[in-house]
């Protein structure tokens, strides 16, 4: 079967959610189950040679497509979440994003000594998100072996941001 063009099923939504910013909604993707097996099985395939322990996923849009990765990849999966939605014990990194600023946390005792992570998200902007979750990955002691994306800016450069990193996304912009 031909491989369906990724792009066609993103929706580009100009000034949204400030003006001058060209939202990228992912929505399309995810209500055409060919185009969404079509995603979860490339970005799994690329998962899965990295070995990962685990499978971690960026509130909220990184849940969409990480939780389908681990599944298909036969590792768990562990949510980086807003301040406030998860139980104690937990560790928070603080950054900025492309439009406003963030923090997102995740359970200290998820991440084993040494475990393979692999960072799922939807969008590679300016790669605050998945810098400061792959800070909190390697402050509990686990290793960052791969970042994947369903889309990347390129023209935003988050890529060399992440320089040390394995980096993969489906989509570029
Ligand atoms: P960044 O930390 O700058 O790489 O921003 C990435 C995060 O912000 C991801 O969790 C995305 O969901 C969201 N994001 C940033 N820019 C956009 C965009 N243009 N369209 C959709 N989501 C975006």
């Known amino acids: 079967m031909t491989a369906i063009d990724l792009k066609t099923r993103v929706r580009e939504v100009d000034d949204f959610p ?3 910013i060209g939202f990228k909604d992912i929505t399309p993707l995810l209500l055409d189950h ?5 995603a979860v099985d ?8 990295r070995k990962p322990d685990l499978v971690l996923g960026a509130e909220a849009r990184g849940f ?3 939780a389908a990765i681990a599944k298909e990849v036969g590792c768990g999966f562990l949510p980086a979440r807003r301040p406030g939605k ?14 406003g600023e963030n923090a997102l946390e995740v359970a200290s005792y998820a991440i084993a000594y040494g475990a393979r992570v692999v960072i799922h998200d939807d969008v590679l902007a300016t790669g605050g998100t998945v810098e400061a979750i792959a800070g909190l990955v390697e402050q509990l002691g686990g290793h960052v072996v791969g970042i994947n994306f369903v889309i990347e800016l390129s023209f935003l450069e988050g890529r060399k941001r992440l320089g040390g990193y394995d980096i993969y996304s489906l989509i570029e912009y």
């Open 18 to 20: 400030e003006p001058g």
């Open 86 to 99: 998860l139980p104690p014990e937990t560790v928070t990194a603080r950054y900025l994003l492309e439009y």
């Open 34 to 38: 060919v185009a969404l097996g079509q």
């Open 42 to 49: 490339d970005l799994s395939a690329w998962t899965a040679e």
């Open 64 to 66: 969409y497509l990480g």
